[in-house]
């Protein structure tokens, strides 16, 4: 399984940024992808994700402003991100795991493939 994430840049606080991920090779329906970011000097945290390719999960601190959906057809994963603040800062990475279970899902150490990360960066 392959991840290419894209879509960060630098914004002004409350502006909104949409983040792509497209996944390719092998994924299935039972495909699991997760959106995680990590802050410098930070450990790398769960944003948001799609298990199995249904239902979705997103960090309580993070719902509200933050929505991930999937398009099958294009086999890419969106992370639309609004009213974004300074400290949404970080590299946004996708992941994806084809054997994920539900309680793991907020867990970057269960997800076997990892794409490259793009650089959010939001300016007060």
């Known amino acids: 399984v392959q991840l290419q994430a894209s879509g960060g840049g630098m914004v002004q606080a409350g502006d909104s940024l949409r983040l792509s991920c497209a996944v390719s090779?092998?994924?299935?329906?039972?495909?699991?992808v997760g959106w995680f970011r990590q802050a410098p000097g930070k450990e790398r945290e769960f944003v948001a994700g799609?298990?199995?390719?249904?239902?979705?999960h997103y960090a309580e601190s993070l719902k509200g402003r933050f929505s991930i959906s999937r398009d099958k057809a294009k086999n890419t994963v969106y992370l639309q991100m609004s009213s974004l603040k300074p400290e949404d800062t970080a590299v946004y990475y996708c992941?994806?795991?084809?054997?994920?279970?539900?309680?793991?899902?907020?867990?970057?150490?269960?997800?076997?493939?990892w794409g490259q990360g793009t650089q959010v960066t939001v300016s007060s």
């Open positions: 992941a994806a795991d084809d054997r994920l279970i539900l309680s793991e899902r907020k867990n970057p150490q269960a997800y076997d493939h």
């Open positions: 799609t298990w199995r390719s249904s239902g979705t």
């Open positions: 090779g092998g994924t299935s329906s039972t495909t699991s």
